[in-house]
């Protein structure tokens, strides 16, 4: 089946650590994105890339690194230099381009600083 | 700049409708979508409106008028399974770099 895959479910991080979060897709998707959603709140954008190799930042890309090697991959760093970094974290997936389609989102990855 | 309003909170009563609404102010327009979240679950694709009009699916409708900037999204016979949050999304297009919009999001409440 087509769908979009993060992991892990949670996460924890220690005071000035690096953590990475996998986001995999199959549904051959030029789009990617990555949200961050704090309790009770709406969804912000810290990354996006719509094309491999290429990839823009959102609204909160500060203490966050991104890569796009792969269509189907679109890992995010949360990087020492976030200084709150907990959070819900939510991948999404999309057509490329002027082409409107819903997106497709991941099951989420939930941080904890420890 | 890019914003979509919603409430913030809506509630309802079970077996009853409740009409959550969007206004939207993008520099492009290609549509309106609408995505549900349970908590701490993945927001879902409801439904996507491109034209004028009303459009149904089940026990949700949603509406656009582009005249207006407005939308919302219709629920009727609410269950308890529909609390939720209730998001809407504009994808302007090329303005935007091709990202999505997002509201806030409305958190619907629903009573026995």
């Known amino acids: 089946d087509g769908g979009i895959t993060q992991s892990p479910k949670y996460l924890f991080r220690k005071e000035g650590q690096n953590v990475t979060l996998s986001c995999e897709q199959n549904l051959n998707h030029d789009a990617m994105y990555w949200y961050r959603q704090d309790p009770g709140q709406g969804l912000r954008l810290i990354y996006y890339s719509q094309i491999v190799n290429d990839f823009q930042k959102g609204d909160i890309a500060e203490g966050y690194s991104v890569s796009r090697e792969k269509k189907e991959s679109f890992p995010l760093t949360v990087t020492s230099a976030q200084k709150n970094p907990t959070a819900f974290y939510l991948c999404a997936s999309k057509t490329g381009g002027d082409s409107v389609t819903e997106a497709f989102f991941g099951q989420g990855t939930r941080l904890t600083v420890v | 700049g890019q914003s979509l309003e919603q409430p913030s909170e809506v509630t309802a009563v079970e077996g009853a409708i409740v009409q959550i609404n969007c206004t939207y102010q993008t520099s492009g327009f290609y549509g309106l979508s609408w995505y549900q979240q349970h908590d701490g679950g993945a927001p879902t694709f409801l439904s996507y409106n491109g034209l004028d009009g009303l459009e149904e699916t089940g026990r949700f409708s949603s509406f656009l008028s582009r005249s207006d900037s407005y939308g919302y999204l219709l629920l009727q016979e609410l269950q308890m399974k529909d609390s939720a949050s209730y998001f809407c999304?504009?994808?302007?297009?090329?303005?935007?770099?091709?990202?999505?919009?997002w509201g806030a999001g409305t958190k619907l409440i629903i009573k026995p």
């Open positions: 999304a504009v994808f302007p297009g090329r303005d935007s770099n091709y990202q999505l919009i």
